[in-house]
């Protein structure tokens, strides 16, 4: 392949690394590229188109963490072999959206308990520009807000948000698929009226998101549950416990609570099971923007070409839960019905926060305040990884991730996992325990624990400790 064909256009709105991206994936598609080709390095790459060398590592390690390329160390970067048992796979689209200008024990209001789940860093949150741009919106919107709010959502908001999805996840997208709702909840029970009825059986991540999975069932539907391992959902295990299954919930950027990405590979499987059976995927991306080497992957919505995704995002953990805001982003073809459901769901509520939401995107402020978050969660993530390792040892072990809010430490064989957090919540602490989050048996228990509001190392430390003491009176 001619490496100059891959020379991104810098008069292109979309970012370089992008373009790089896109371009390799679109030779790999075409066959330009075949499995078990070796690509340039990122030296010689940078070199011969004349670009920055973070710029193509970003485009590398998309790549890489995509599925589409394997890193061999010293022997090189290759096309994955595994490609070749995947034929006539496509290639993720990446919209050319122009970018915009630059279930837990609770604390008292506005605390939060050490190793709280789910909680952004409540202390790094931009108090003083999101008062501004609220009081901006509490005058301009006296009238309008007066009246009643379109149930679909705020304009403005809907319009933000496509174009944030085109450029940041790949989620090729119009204003008219989006869906704002009162948190993920509401997303969840706009997606079960628009494609599921009740009695419906699903797959869903053993272990996953307790509070979906507890939503759900009481819902009507029925959920079977399929096991995931290092690569994600275990797609043939699902096809084997359930093969008429309706519809599948699955956290593929960032497993929640295991923390592992769902591989390319099983990305092809399950798109492919869902066209096949004419089945529904709920893709929950609830905190892909936090991801701490390389860039976030792409969406699995990027790879859907059959309208088979239903993909829901949501500001409680990018911003505040308190906004209880979500969104619901539907294919093409349930356009139609999901506006019809909507006029008969309470919706997100006063314009007033929505329109401040959108302010907060189209003006830049959120894309630097997720960047500020990324580089402070990476931090504050370090200071309890290091007390957990310092004043607990081999008690436990950290599970390496790349992204996320929370830490797992898995036990040891034999450890109750319920009854220690069930010890350590009546000490005011705010973990939670792997084993409820699982339907079926594990040989080992964990613990999940929130880091974000860890502003210090003697708080982690702290809070460690406390731990420990609650762990050596049981």
């Not at 890489?64 to 290759?78: D, N, P, Q, S």
């Not at 505040?320 to 356009?335: D, I, K, T």
Request: charged residues 20%; glycine residues 10%; hydrophobic residues 40%.
């Amino acid at each position: 392949m001619d490496i100059q064909n891959l020379k991104p256009s810098r008069d292109h709105c979309e970012p370089i690394y992008l373009q790089l991206y896109r371009r390799y994936c679109e030779a790999i598609a075409a066959g330009k590229l075949k499995p078990g080709d070796r690509v340039p390095s990122v030296r010689s790459l940078a070199s011969e188109l004349n670009l920055a060398r973070g710029t193509v590592e970003a485009a590398y390690q998309m790549l890489v963490g995509e599925g589409y390329f394997v890193a061999r160390g010293a022997a090189g970067t290759v096309v994955s072999p595994q490609l070749a048992k995947l034929a006539g796979a496509t290639r993720p689209r990446i919209a050319a959206h122009r970018a915009p200008n630059a279930s837990s024990p609770q604390g008292a209001p506005g605390e939060a308990l050490p190793f709280q789940l789910g909680l952004p860093a409540l202390d790094a949150f931009p108090r003083k520009t999101w008062a501004r741009l609220a009081g901006r919106n509490l005058r301009a919107l006296e009238a309008m807000a007066m009246t009643y709010p379109d149930p679909a959502g705020y304009g403005a908001l809907r319009r933000s948000i496509a174009t944030y999805l085109g450029i940041a996840r790949g989620i090729d997208c119009t204003p008219e698929q989006v869906f704002v709702t009162a948190g993920y909840h509401g997303a969840l029970e706009l997606a079960r009226r628009v494609v599921l009825q009740d009695g419906d059986t699903g797959w869903y991540e053993d272990p996953g998101y307790v509070l979906a999975r507890r939503f759900l069932l009481q819902s009507g539907l029925r959920l079977e549950p399929v096991p995931v391992d290092d690569q994600g959902l275990d797609v043939v295990r699902g096809m084997q416990r359930a093969p008429d299954a309706r519809f599948a919930v699955v956290t593929p950027t960032h497993q929640s609570p295991m923390g592992m990405a769902m591989s390319l590979p099983r990305r092809l499987e399950l798109l492919e099971w869902a066209r096949s059976n004419r089945a529904w995927i709920v893709e929950d991306d609830y905190d892909s923007e936090f991801r701490y080497h390389g860039r976030p992957l792409p969406a699995l919505k990027s790879l859907d070409r059959h309208g088979r995704v239903l993909y829901t995002g949501t500001f409680s953990k990018v911003l505040l839960p308190g906004l209880r805001l979500a969104y619901l982003v539907v294919p093409e073809s349930q356009m139609a019905r999901t506006r019809a459901q909507v006029d008969y769901l309470p919706g997100p509520g006063s314009i007033l926060p929505q329109a401040t939401v959108a302010d907060f995107m189209e003006q830049g402020h959120f894309a630097r305040h997720l960047r500020k978050m990324r580089l402070l969660y990476a931090e504050r993530r370090a200071y309890l990884v290091a007390a957990l390792v310092s004043e607990l040892g081999e008690r436990i072990e950290v599970q390496p991730q790349a992204g996320g809010i929370h830490v797992l430490a898995r036990l040891g064989a034999g450890q109750d996992d319920r009854a220690l957090t069930a010890a350590a919540q009546a000490r005011g602490l705010g973990l939670q325990a792997l084993g409820d989050w699982r339907v079926g048996r594990a040989d080992r228990g964990g613990l999940l624990m929130g880091f974000t509001n860890f502003a210090t190392p003697e708080m982690a430390l702290a809070a460690v400790r406390h731990l420990r003491a609650v762990m050596d009176a049981r």
